[in-house]
């Protein structure tokens, strides 16, 4: 089975900047395929798991959730099976546990936002934002 591993969480100040890293590797990823979606997704404390960011492994696609939008950016290194979360002027309302996920299929007309498409998930990485 493939597998995803985050890292880049931790602490920082409000209107500071994070940048989450997402390895993927394992034989199960069709990373080859310019239409095969990554995504970041956040859980805060107490509330349902929320859409952040996803990308096209084409690098040439990408979605937002209107929180985040102009904020956040997502992009990819293919060469090192990575996508990258940049979060910039961070907010308390950004804290929250961090997952990345690849999706179960490759070939949809644009990045999905729904959860419930991605296979595979990362165990997550927390990033704490203090006011």
Known sequence: QGQLVESGGGLVQA???L???CAASGRTFNVDSSTYTMGWFRQAPGKEREFVAAIFWSGGTTG?????????TISRDNAKNTVYLQMNSLIPEDTAVYSCAADC?????SPTYYSGNYCTWGQGTQV????
């Open 15 to 17: 209107g500071g900047s």
């Open 19 to 21: 940048r989450l890293s």
């Open 64 to 72: 937002y959730a209107d929180s985040v939008k102009g904020r956040f």
């Open 105 to 109: 299929v490759s070939g949809r007309p």
């Open 128 to 131: 704490t934002v203090s006011s």
